[in-house]
């Protein structure tokens, strides 16, 4: 590098990147943000400032060495960038399309204190994409050691253990309770964000690092997680259900036809492919004027699938305002985009039936921020005489969700009060052998989270089984550093611990 | 290997036709018929393309590797597989043994109750109390004498066996709520009753046993997606609470189900369903003409 970058030497404007025209995609499926080119992802490069204590580092869920992938894109190595990438996150075409940057990475990203943060998200999808494209996975030898592993759940924290121990050695076999693999990242979130076909082939991956994916099963009830360990031959087991279980309303008219959680539309949607009925048969009616409560990832994504699906409005109903809502900045922004009508600091009360048991509009209420509550956030409350109805035909809940049950009624795993799984910070359960994480350890949270989570779940499961991990067991906590969850290409080398 | 799933489907092994619209197919799956218990389900896909429907388990042979299901051909994908699913097919997509298996305790008499769809799922039902040496009393209801099937399987399982059709052309004429009530004035004692059925014969049958003050348990069958609590489509009212029949069920207290909103519910898809049909049905018609064209 010639001379010391500094904010004023790196280009002052974030790169743009191409996306679908708001009218055009509305009516298709196809991704809204088009991914950079080489030379935009070059240019974007250029605007990090390589900080020698990097905050993005240390603000991302599983410590990507951000300047390290960034410094191989601007020196047009986009193959090294991806393996930097890839010692931290092995899913960077999804994460870099899903994460909430602006609240890890980008958020912390030093040249956002005066300028636009370095666009860490769009790069990260931009060398994923490619990598998927170029067929660069990394294949490699793998010694097998005679372990046997189960994963249960095939979305992020399950795929992301699992593909941890297959390049450990072990014989890794994923089960699942849909057709198809993915979790949530194939029935939830819908193809204009995530196209099925990076899914697959992030699966295709995993499938080629030795990975069985057995989808049809549902575990607890085909066979226990006890089983797995006793009758089965799991030397260890890893649980990734998910939260599942969404929260009612729970007022007046929620169990109407046409009141639906966006959950079931979007797995109609996404992954029954209801958007091509009769084609295919899995129907979803929809109104012309759609009330979608929550303003979360779910609820924006529930509301622009309606309108995709045809529906004239979509309303955001949702008690706090825009600031405190959960949803990806970008998401909330796209869907500004597309008309979505916000009806921020508004509750429902009611929904109100039709004559044929559907939806007739729904009462609401305004609301006004009031003290903190438990959580930190203003407790909204409600205006006295400000309610007011809204005419609509259909009306969406995504309010959040509760702890899946199936687990707990079929083992003796601990639970917490709420029914999620206990687990300890190195993911280990009640159970010796069996460990747990993403959503149905810690509530709904995020793709990255929950992949954070099935690595830390690996490092322990290698630990419990004895397997040596010589990247990284011996150093301490500090030295390991931004390799916290990475895979040391010295890993293969360990000895065969046990016979088959 | 045949896409994503990575899974080659699930082999059909037997197949019997009771009448023109009702089936049954035996699939092998040897771990399910080992985890099976009676008021389980399945959910089934028959190909990529279709729907995730909801089957009550008729039967599982431990033995055999397989469990039974028996279907009545009544929309798109059900009149679908009548014609597709043949012996040495595969099902794309099986899943289960789902819900809360029944909790057959030690009622001493029971009465054990099933018509149209729920005729087949009461049977394990009834030979799972049979086991727990119960007197059984099976109450069936068909809408005429040609139309009954498994009687022999249930004669050997129950002690009584009173078989209702609509039209009087076997036993006893009327519903299955009037061979209900024969068995309650005939049996004072009776601890517990199950019924399966669709919900207006449910609701009809619920009735019977609150007036008699019978204990009463009944098998939820709405629209369903995962089957693993994940979409709250299957959801029903039990009381004053909303539960998730995949989930929290299928069996429920008979007298606190609200049977006209699981009806109501049930009806979410018809339109789409009618059309679905109607293009099927114009699709077979067109293949059949060409096939004799
Ligand atoms: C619509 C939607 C949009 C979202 N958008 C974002 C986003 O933009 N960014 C972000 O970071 N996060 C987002 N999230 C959250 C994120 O998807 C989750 O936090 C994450 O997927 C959790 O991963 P997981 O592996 O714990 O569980 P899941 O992805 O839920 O996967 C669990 C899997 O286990 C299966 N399973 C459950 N029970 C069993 C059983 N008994 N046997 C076998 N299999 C079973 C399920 O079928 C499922 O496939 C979104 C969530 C939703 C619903
Ligand atoms: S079928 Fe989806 S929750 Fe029961």
């Not at chain 1, 995609?25 to 070059?42: H, L, P």
């Not at chain 1, 099963?217 to 066979?223: A, D, H, I, M």
């Not at chain 2, 040496?133 to 249930?154: H, M, N, P, Q, T």
């Not at chain 2, 024969?182 to 609701?203: F, N, Q, S, T």
């Amino acid at each position: 590098m010639a001379k010391k970058r500094t904010i004023r030497t790196i280009p002052q404007q974030r790169t743009p990147v191409r996306e679908q025209d708001p009218r055009e995609r509305v009516r298709n499926f196809a991704e809204v943000n088009c991914g950079y080119t080489r030379q935009e992802a070059a240019t974007e490069a250029e605007r990090c400032l390589f900080c020698p204590d990097p905050a993005c580092v240390a603000g991302c869920p599983v410590n990507i060495d951000i300047p390290g992938f960034i410094r191989e894109i601007g020196a047009q190595d986009f193959r090294a960038a991806y393996e930097v990438i890839g010692r931290a996150n092995l899913l960077p075409a999804v994460c870099g399309r899903v994460c909430p940057q602006e609240s890890q990475c980008e958020g912390v990203c030093v040249v956002g204190d005066t300028l636009e943060p370095v666009a860490i998200g769009r790069l990260e999808r931009f060398v994923g994409d490619l990598a998927i494209k170029e067929g660069w996975a990394s294949i490699p030898y793998i010694e097998p050691n005679g372990f046997k592993i189960g994963i249960v759940g095939s979305g992020p924290a399950g795929i992301a253990c699992a593909a941890d121990m297959a390049k450990a050695g072990c014989a890794v076999t994923v089960y699942e309770a849909f057709h198809q693999p993915g979790g949530v990242l194939r029935y939830g979130i819908p193809d204009f964000r995530l196209p099925n076909e990076v899914i697959d082939a992030e699966i295709e991956n995993l499938r080629k690092l030795g990975v069985r994916f057995e989808c049809n099963t549902l575990v607890g009830r085909l066979f226990t997680i006890e089983q797995m360990i006793d009758e089965l031959g799991f030397d260890a087991v890893f649980i990734g259900t998910g939260a599942g279980y969404p929260s009612m309303l729970g007022i007046p008219g929620d169990c109407l036809n046409r009141v639906l959680s966006a959950n079931e539309l979007l797995t109609r949607c996404n992954l029954m492919r209801a958007k091509d009925f009769p084609d295919y048969d899995t129907p979803l009616p929809l109104g012309r004027r759609v009330a979608v409560i929550g303003a979360g990832n779910t609820a924006m994504d529930a509301m622009r699938v309606c309108l995709r699906l045809g529906a004239e409005r979509v309303f955001c109903v949702y008690r706090r305002t825009k600031a405190e809502a959960p949803a990806r900045a970008e998401e909330i922004h796209h869907a500004e985009e597309e008309g979505i009508e916000f009806h921020w600091l508004t509750a429902p009360v009611e929904i109100l039936p039709d004559e044929k048991g559907g939806v007739g509009a729904m009462r609401c209420i305004r609301m006004e921020l009031g003290a903190p509550d438990a959580s930190g956030r203003a407790r909204p409350v409600p205006v006295p005489g400000s309610e007011h109805e809204l005419a609509v035909d259909q009306v969406v809940f995504a309010i959040g969700t509760n702890a899946n049950p199936i687990i707990g009624q079929t083992s003796k795993l601990r639970l917490d009060r709420r029914g999620y799984i206990e687990a300890d910070e190195s993911m280990a359960t009640s159970m010796a052998g069996v460990f747990a994480g993403g959503d149905i350890v810690t509530g709904a949270a995020t793709v990255i989270e929950a992949m954070g989570a099935g690595r830390r779940a690996a490092r322990s499961m290698k630990e419990y089984l004895g397997i040596r991990d010589d990247g990284t067991a011996s150093l301490g906590e500090a030295e390991r550093g931004g390799m916290l969850f990475g895979i040391d290409h010295r890993e293969r080398n360990f000895a065969r611990i046990r016979l088959a | 290997m045949h896409d994503a799933s990575g899974s080659a489907g699930f082999e059909i092994i037997r197949r019997e036709d009771f009448s023109d619209v009702t089936y049954l197919l035996e699939i092998r799956h040897p771990l399910m018929a080992r985890a099976a218990k009676p008021g389980q389900f399945v959910i089934v896909m028959s190909h990529a393309q279709g729907e995730r429907i909801p089957l009550t388990i008729a039967d599982f042979d431990r033995g055999r590797g397989s469990v039974t299901l028996v279907i009545q051909a009544v929309g798109k994908t059900t009149r679908e597989m009548q014609q597709t699913c043949q012996v040495g097919t595969m099902l794309y997509a099986l899943v289960g043994p789902m819900g809360v298996p029944s909790a057959i305790g030690q009622a001493k008499k029971v009465l054990c109750v099933g018509g149209g769809l729920g005729t087949a799922p009461i049977f394990p039902q009834a030979r799972g109390f049979s086991e727990n040496g119960a007197y059984v009393i099976g109450v069936l209801g068909f809408r005429s004498k040609d139309l009954i099937f498994w009687e022999d399987k249930f004669r050997g399982c129950c002690d009584e066996l009173i078989l209702c059709t609509d039209d009087g052309s076997a036993g006893v004429k009327g519903t299955i709520a009037d061979g209900m009530k024969l068995a309650i004035e005939r049996h004072r004692d009776i601890e517990e009753a199950v019924i399966i059925g669709p919900p207006v014969m449910m609701k009809a049958g619920a009735q019977v046993t609150r007036t008699a003050g019978i204990k009463t348990v009944v098998s939820l069958n709405p629209i369903m997606v995962d089957g693993t609590g994940m979409c709250g489509g299957c959801r029903v009212k039990i009381g004053d609470q909303v539960k998730f029949a995949c989930v929290d069920g299928p069996d429920f207290d008979g007298h606190k189900v609200d049977f006209d909103d699981l009806t109501m519910r049930l009806k979410r898809y018809a339109e789409e369903e009618k059309t679905a049909l109607a293009r099927w049905s114009e699709s077979c018609r067109l293949a059949q003409a060409r096939g004799s064209g």
